[in-house]
């Protein structure tokens, strides 16, 4: 299984939580403290998460840098849909993460071009054999069951 080093998702967390001080949701979170006291949210060290991994504002470059992060750099290898989200999941949340990262993956261009395409082969080509002269060889289709006009 892939792993991360632990410094790179320090750095993440470092600007994740100086984006949750700025963030709306965050706020409103924060002032809601009925909603902190559930099991579902809690601040630790001025940071919220919700369980265990960290709330991730709803900022579109700090999202796309975790996706960078887990899906195109090279520790990462660009692996799949279903492997990504696992990897994101261990340390980070959002709304609608699954979504994203699906959309993210489908987008990637270097998956793109250098994924296998998981179809059946499809099989072997049976060419004729090449006519000696001109007229050598006649073929007719022809068109049946044609509806009545
Ligand atoms: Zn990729």
Not at 23 to 28: F, I
Not at 92 to 114: A, H, L, N
Request: net charge positive.
């Amino acid at each position: 299984m892939l792993e991360l080093s632990p410094k790179e998702p320090e750095e993440l967390i470092a600007r994740i939580k100086s984006c949750q001080q700025h963030d709306e949701m965050c706020k409103r979170l924060r002032e809601n403290k009925s909603q902190l006291a559930s099991k579902e949210l809690r601040e630790e060290n001025k940071i919220l998460y919700r369980g265990s991994p960290l709330l991730v504002p709803n900022d579109k470059e700090l999202k796309h840098a975790i996706l960078e992060k887990f899906h195109d750099h090279p520790t990462s290898g660009h692996v799949g849909i279903k492997k990504t989200s696992e990897l994101i999941s261990r340390y980070f949340v959002w709304d609608k993460m699954s979504e994203e990262i699906e959309d993210y993956i489908k987008g990637c261009q270097r998956c793109q071009k250098t994924k296998a395409i998981q179809l059946k082969p499809g099989g072997l080509l049976f060419p004729h054999s090449i006519p000696q002269y001109p007229w050598e060889v006649i073929s007719m289709d022809f068109i049946t069951h044609l509806p009545k006009s």
